[in-house]
């Protein structure tokens, strides 16, 4: 898509850090580079005022990715490629069934409501919770990653949805000041909705992390 709108070499496009390397090496391959933006710390999208502040005369297009069952601000995304004359392409999530999704949010709905000792996400408007992603407080990755191996311990399978943000990667390394990319990279941890979950299991997922949030110190 960025071929064709005649995107190639000399410009750059706006994409976020933190998530799949996938979208900045489409960008390399249409001879672009890639320009990294802070995201927003409640939807783990662009965060339209970071997108601002990246562009330049040489900006040619901003590539926004949907993230964990949230949604950008697009209309303000949209706005500002209207401003600033550039193409503003949407990477959206694998579609989940109507069904499905339902269960997710009744899922969600419940850890909201049990869940102690760690931050839960914010819903928002039309979150279908692909993932549910929490923060864990206290002393930023060695904290999180401890309280990962702890819950897989009891048989709970949670994962880091972002190991290491794409501008700390060798291959798109970047001199840049994205703070909540690189905190929400530390902190967050993607805890079990899934569907085919019993409520027992659900009971099960809460309890264990309940028991381990009370030994963190809230950074919050």
């Known amino acids: 898509m960025l071929r064709a709108a005649g995107v190639g070499v000399g410009d750059e496009v706006v994409v976020p850090?933190?998530?799949?390397?996938?979208?900045?090496?489409?960008?390399?391959?249409?001879?672009?580079?890639?320009?990294?933006?802070?995201?927003?710390?409640?939807?783990?999208?662009?965060?339209?005022?970071a997108v601002e502040t990246a562009v330049t005369s040489r900006t040619a297009a901003v590539i926004v990715v949907h993230r964990f069952g949230r949604q950008a601000?697009?209309?303000?995304?949209?706005a500002l490629g209207q401003r600033h004359e550039l193409l503003?392409?949407?990477?959206?999530?694998?579609?989940?069934?109507?069904?499905?999704?339902?269960?997710?949010?009744?899922?969600?709905a419940f850890l909201d409501t049990k869940l102690k000792g760690v931050r839960t996400p914010d819903g928002g408007d039309g979150h279908t919770y692909q993932q549910?992603?929490?923060?864990?407080?206290?002393?930023?990755?060695?904290?999180?990653?401890?309280?990962?191996?702890?819950?897989?311990?009891?048989?709970?399978?949670?994962?880091?949805?972002?190991?290491?943000?794409?501008?700390?990667?060798?291959?798109?390394r970047r001199c840049v000041s994205l703070p909540q990319t690189e905190l929400a990279a530390d902190e967050t941890l993607a805890l079990p909705v899934d569907a085919s979950l019993t409520k027992r299991e659900m009971q099960r997922v809460a309890?264990?992390?309940?028991?381990?949030?009370?030994l963190l110190q809230p950074a919050f």
Do not use: M, W
């Open 88 to 108: 503003v392409l949407e990477q959206g999530e694998s579609e989940v069934p109507y069904d499905e999704t339902a269960q997710r949010r009744e899922r969600a």
């Open 132 to 172: 549910y992603v929490v923060r864990v407080p206290g002393n930023g990755r060695p904290d999180r990653d401890a309280f990962a191996r702890a819950l897989r311990a009891k048989g709970v399978d949670c994962r880091v949805p972002v190991k290491t943000p794409v501008h700390r990667l060798p291959e798109f």
């Open 17 to 49: 850090a933190f998530g799949n390397v996938e979208v900045a090496e489409a960008v390399t391959l249409a001879g672009a580079l890639p320009v990294f933006a802070d995201i927003d710390p409640l939807t783990y999208c662009l965060d339209p005022a």
């Open 73 to 78: 601000d697009i209309g303000r995304l949209h």
């Open 207 to 214: 309890a264990a992390c309940n028991a381990l949030g009370g």
